[in-house]
């Protein structure tokens, strides 16, 4: 049964929101820009955007060297945008969960690696991001929403990944899950989403060099609010598909049941590669609003990267890779 439930993010915030709502965001955004402000409950937006925890067991690891091959011919979103502004539903099903999700326990990590791999394993996230080669890249980052960021993430390439859990031949997705903890995640109560978060890749394009599993965000580990301590980052698809805080990565010759798009086939689709001239059923794709400062923007054919991904797509017929 399909329970129709507002979430959110699905349309763009001035066609989605409540209009009183949509304004105390504006002027949220404004107030921002002005100057420390409080957030709902008193934690100061700066302080969740800044603290470099120091107590971090991977703190030593950042800043990590930028990847010059990877830049954006757009500014930076500041920091303190691309932090208070989130999407993270196991925290609540709007944008200002920061403050929530200080509550997501992040040590000990165990991530899994399994299904169809020579030998499965489980490993803390600690060892893992030591054997990974770390760095940093800015991407551009487009919401199924209409809102995009250019931010720097610090991490390591998917396939770096891929190659140390060494899958069978005959893998052909690579299936992840968010961590589910109905103690810390408030969210988990909507028992109508059909929780664990799921998202999944085929494995060619899990290898693809643009695929990043961010652990660091402008310098620092990544916050909470932004999927720590790793989320993934594929910038040529709509951010739905960047789950965060991966707890299992699964090999796999069947396609994953991703989360969206159990909920809502027609409007998320597995592929979600982004495409201005695809809109979404209910608003247009055309062009996207920048955080930050809120200019308007062309969106580009696979967010920008058609170089680097359109080959993963061309003998795939009968899909709808735009969805
Ligand atoms: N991952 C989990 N586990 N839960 C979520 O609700 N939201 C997705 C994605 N990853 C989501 C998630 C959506 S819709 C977007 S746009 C991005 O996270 C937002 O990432 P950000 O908050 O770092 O900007």
Known sequence: MLIKVKRGWETPESAATDEGVYLERRQLCKAIAAGPILLAGGAPAAALAAAAPK????ADLY???RNLRYRVDRPVTEEKFATIYNNFYEFGSHKRIAKAAQALKIRPWQVKIDGMVEKPMTIDFDTLIRKMPLEERVYRFRCV??????VPWSGFPLKALVDFAKPLASAKYLEMETLADKETMPGLRQFWYPWPYIEGLTVAEATNELAFIATGLYGKPIPRQNGAPLRLVVPWKYGFKNLKS????????KRPKTFWEVIQKREYGFWANINPKVDHPRW??????????NDRVPTLLYNGYAEQVADLYKDIKGEKLFM
């Open 63 to 65: 800043p990590a060297p």
């Open 284 to 293: 247009t794709q055309a062009s996207e609003r920048v955080l930050g400062t």
């Open 55 to 58: 107590d971090d067991p991977t």
């Open 246 to 253: 991966i707890v299992r990565f699964s090999f796999t010759d």
């Open 145 to 150: 929403e209409a809102w995009s960021m250019t």
